[in-house]
């Protein structure tokens, strides 16, 4: 039997053009409207000069972690062949499931992976990262990411650099688009995968009153922590994280609550 959980449900979906297609035709094939309305896109950063003379040293390494699915994109597109083995020898870390397929997707063999969870703090909880002395790691992430995660490490004895490869920005949209369908009541829930993204979509908006009471799927609470101090009173649905799977299981488990 065809699934039609989420029928005539009018999704938002926020994601970054490039990683939304997979979540939207899931949507889709549970009857939900999409309506594509990406807050972040991402692309090279635009000065990689520092990035290019750190990865010619990248065998002085013992580790390198990947902050995200973008980090292993944009990070492993800046090397060459030789500089391609020598990662291959490091021990390799991802921060979350996905970061660690996206890895293996490439044919590289994540060592460091917390078995749950997808933050900073997930990653610094795991064992094999609690005792670091002199070990020298190199942290693939974007520009402007939390220092968490590398101050953490320099405390247990850690060396680390980071090496920036990709950036952020708040791209340009219609926002007549999502007016009119809030208008027309056609605004079901807007899912957001990052606080930064959030934060975008009131920037590209204005900042408006009736976008706050749209209901919003979340992967985090700590999403929800930054809706709720950015003024949102509407319905919030809390994922386990911000990945598809999780969402959609959140958002479902919604739709079906919210019918009866």
């Known amino acids: 039997m065809p699934d039609n959980s989420l029928q005539g449900l009018g999704v938002v979906v926020t994601r970054p053009a490039h990683q939304a297609t997979a979540f939207q035709q899931q949507l889709i094939q549970r009857g ?4 594509a309305f990406p807050v972040i896109a991402v692309q090279a950063c635009e000065d990689l000069q520092q990035a290019t003379a750190r990865l010619a040293h990248l065998a002085d390494y013992d580790a390198a972690i990947f902050i995200s699915s973008n980090a292993v994109q944009f990070g ?7 500089q391609r083995t020598q990662l291959q020898q490091l021990t390799l870390g991802a921060i979350g ?14 060592v460091w992976v917390p078995a749950m969870g997808f933050t900073s703090e997930d990653f610094l909880a795991m064992p094999a990262v609690q005792q670091l002395a002199n070990r020298r790691i190199v942290i693939f992430r974007g520009e402007g990411g ?7 490490l320099r405390q247990r004895g850690a060396v680390v650099d980071y090496v920036d490869v990709y950036q952020r ?23 957001i995968t990052s606080s930064e993204g959030l934060l975008n979509l009131l920037t590209l908006l204005g900042n ?9 799927l979340v992967g985090s609470q700590r999403m929800a922590t930054t809706a709720r101090q950015a003024g949102f009173t509407g319905q919030m649905v809390i994922a386990d994280n911000p990945g598809d799977e999780a969402m959609l299981a959140a958002l479902s488990q919604w739709a079906q609550e919210f019918s009866r």
């Not at 492993?76 to 030789?82: E, I, M, P, R, T």
């Not at 499931?97 to 994540?110: E, V």
């Not at 939390?146 to 953490?152: M, Y």
């Open 32 to 35: 939900a409207r999409v309506l």
């Open 76 to 82: 492993l597109a800046l090397l060459n062949a030789s």
């Open 97 to 110: 499931s996905k970061t660690a397929r996206s890895l293996q997707a490439a044919g590289l063999q994540p």
């Open 146 to 152: 939390r220092e968490l995660l590398a101050d953490t």
């Open 169 to 191: 920005i708040c791209p340009k949209n219609d926002i007549s688009v999502l007016k009119h369908h809030h208008d027309s009541q056609q605004l079901g829930i807007i899912a």
């Open 208 to 216: 408006p009153e009736w976008i706050k009471t749209v209901p919003l």
